[in-house]
C-alpha cells in the first residue's frame, strides 16, 4: 500500500484554514490532522505552503480530435498540471463534433491514454439527437450553443430548445448569445475591420436575451442549468432572481479584461462572448463576490498566434488560460480582492458540487486526493516563451502574479513539482452522481 504524508501545510478544509497534516492512500484521502510522526511511504514536507483541492475547470475546449495544431490532450494536461487544474470537462465541438454516445466513448478512450490531469467531455446537443442525448451517460451533461456556433452544433429552433430541456434528464450547460441579434449587429457594422467591433457585435444586448431564454426554459422544465461564462451587468442583476436550478459561472478575462484592454492586446482577447466595458467587468466580479456566480471556469480555447494576428473578422475567438488562472485568483488574495477560502469555493467546491462530481472539490477523508500545494508568497511573471499550452502564448504576458501553484497530485501521485511536469496517463475518467 502506497502512502503519503502531506507535513505541516496550512489546509484550506470546506469549515475554513488551519494547519494539518493528511494522510493519502492509494489515491485518496486517507486521514487529517494525523501526527506529524506517522509512517508513510513518502513524506511531502509543506510548511509556509497552503494545500488546496486541485482545480476543477468546467469549461475547457483542448482541440482534440481534429483540431490538434492549436493543443492536444496531452499538452493541454501538462498545462493543467502546471495550473494546478488536477480536472476539467470539455465541450464538444471537436472535429468531429462530439454529439453521439459513441464519439462520446471514443474521447474517453482517447483520454485515458493521454491525460496527466482527470477527464470528462460534454455531449452536444444538435437539432436533431434528442435520442443521442436521451441514451448518454459518463457524461457530465449537455452543451447547447445557443449562438456562436455553426454547423449541426448551433441550436437555435425554439421548437428543438423545448424538446432537449423538457424530454432529457442530464443537466444543461450553455453558450448564451441570441444568434438573431450578432447577425443584425454584424450587419449594421459591415466593413468594420477593428478588432473592438467583436465587442458591439456580440454586444450586451445578444448576451442578455439568450440568458433569459434559456433560464425561462430550464425553469418551465422544472431542468438543471448553469449558464457559460456570464459577461454582463445586465446578466448578474437578472441571475440574482433565479431559482435553485439555476447556476451560472465566470471567466478570467471576463474578470481582469475590459474593451479598454483592445488597443492594447487586439484579437488576442477576441472571445465568445466578447470583453464587455470596465463597468460590466466590475459587476461580473461583484456577481461573483457576492454568490451570484458560483464557479470560476477558463473557457480555455487555443488558437496559433498565426491564426489570431489575422484582421478581424478572420481573426477566431479564443484564449489559453488553464496554467494561469488559479494564480490570477491567487492574485487576487494578495491584494485583498476576495479570500483564499472565496478562491476554493469558486475553483473547487462549486464545479464539483454543479455537476455532481464523485469524491472530488474538496479536503475530505474518502475524496480523491487531487491536491494542489500554493505559495501565496511567490511572484513569478507569465511569460510566453514558458507557456505549456501548446499555441506558446497568453494574453497575460508580461504579467507578474503573487501566489502560485508549486506541486499539484494527481490521485495522490505528483504530476508537477517546481516548474517539471512528470509525464504518464495518471488522469482518470471522472465519475458522476445522479
Given at each position: ?38 509512517e508513510a511511504s513518502e513524506v511531502i514536507e509543506a510548511a509556509g505552503l497552503h494545500l488546496l483541492p486541485g482545480v476543477i475547470d468546467d ?349 499539484t497530485l494527481v490521485h495522490g501521485k505528483t504530476v508537477y513539482q517546481d516548474g517539471q511536469v512528470l509525464d504518464g496517463a495518471t488522469g ?7
Amino acid at each position: 500500500m502506497t502512502t503519503t504524508l502531506i507535513r505541516g501545510a496550512q489546509v484550506v478544509f470546506p469549515e475554513g484554514v488551519r494547519a494539518s497534516n493528511i494522510l493519502l492512500s492509494d489515491g485518496r484521502i486517507a486521514a487529517v490532522d494525523v501526527t506529524a510522526a506517522v509512517e508513510a511511504s513518502e513524506v511531502i514536507e509543506a510548511a509556509g505552503l497552503h494545500l488546496l483541492p486541485g482545480v476543477i475547470d468546467d469549461q475547457v475546449h483542448f482541440r482534440e480530435p481534429g483540431l490538434t495544431h492549436k493543443e492536444d490532450l496531452l499538452t493541454a494536461t501538462r498545462a493543467c498540471a502546471k495550473g494546478g487544474v488536477t480536472s476539467f470537462l470539455e465541450m464538444p465541438n471537436t472535429k468531429p463534433t462530439t454529439t453521439t454516445v459513441a464519439a462520446l466513448h471514443e474521447k474517453l478512450e482517447l483520454a485515458a491514454s493521454k491525460c496527466i490531469v482527470n477527464f470528462g467531455f460534454y455531449i452536444g446537443a444538435t437539432p436533431t439527437n434528442l435520442e443521442e442525448l436521451q441514451r448518454a451517460e459518463r457524461t457530465p451533461g449537455i452543451k447547447i450553443f445557443i449562438g456562436s456556433s455553426t454547423g449541426d452544433l448551433l441550436v437555435d429552433d425554439q421548437q428543438a430548445l423545448e424538446r432537449i430541456f423538457g424530454e432529457t434528464s442530464l443537466p444543461i450547460c450553455a453558450h448564451c448569445e441570441d444568434e438573431a441579434t450578432v447577425r443584425a449587429n454584424a450587419a449594421a457594422i459591415q466593413g468594420g475591420r477593428d478588432y473592438a467591433d467583436h465587442s458591439r457585435v456580440r454586444d450586451n444586448r445578444a448576451a442578455i436575451i439568450a440568458t433569459r431564454r434559456a433560464v425561462d426554459l430550464a425553469e418551465r422544465h422544472r431542468h438543471q442549468f448553469h449558464v457559460l461564462h456570464v459577461s454582463t451587468a445586465e446578466e448578474v442583476a437578472f441571475l440574482r432572481d433565479t431559482s435553485e436550478l439555476i447556476s451560472a459561472e465566470a471567466c478570467p478575462h471576463h474578470l481582469f479584461f475590459s474593451t479598454d484592454d483592445y488597443p492594447r492586446l487586439g484579437s488576442l482577447i477576441q472571445m465568445n462572448p466578447s470583453i464587455k466595458s470596465p463597468a460590466d467587468t466590475q459587476a461580473v466580479w461583484q456577481g461573483l463576490l457576492d454568490g451570484t456566480l458560483e464557479v470560476v471556469a477558463t473557457d480555455h480555447a487555443p488558437h496559433t498566434l498565426e491564426e489570431k494576428q489575422q484582421p478581424y473578422p478572420k481573426s477566431p475567438s479564443g484564449l489559453p488560460a488553464v496554467e494561469n488562472s488559479l494564480a490570477l485568483l491567487l492574485h487576487q488574495v494578495s491584494l485583498g480582492r476576495c479570500t483564499l477560502s472565496q478562491v476554493v469555493s469558486w475553483m473547487c467546491e462549486a464545479p464539483a458540487r454543479v455537476w455532481k462530481l464523485k469524491n472530488k472539490g474538496a479536503i475530505r477523508v474518502g475524496y480523491d486526493a487531487d491536491l494542489v500545494l500554493v505559495d501565496l508568497k511567490r511572484t513569478e511573471t507569465i511569460l510566453n516563451d514558458r507557456q505549456l499550452t501548446k499555441c506558446g502564448w497568453s494574453p497575460w504576458h508580461g504579467t507578474s502574479l503573487t501566489g502560485w501553484p508549486v506541486r499539484t497530485l494527481v490521485h495522490g501521485k505528483t504530476v508537477y513539482q517546481d516548474g517539471q511536469v512528470l509525464d504518464g496517463a495518471t488522469g482518470r475518467e471522472i465519475e458522476f452522481q445522479r
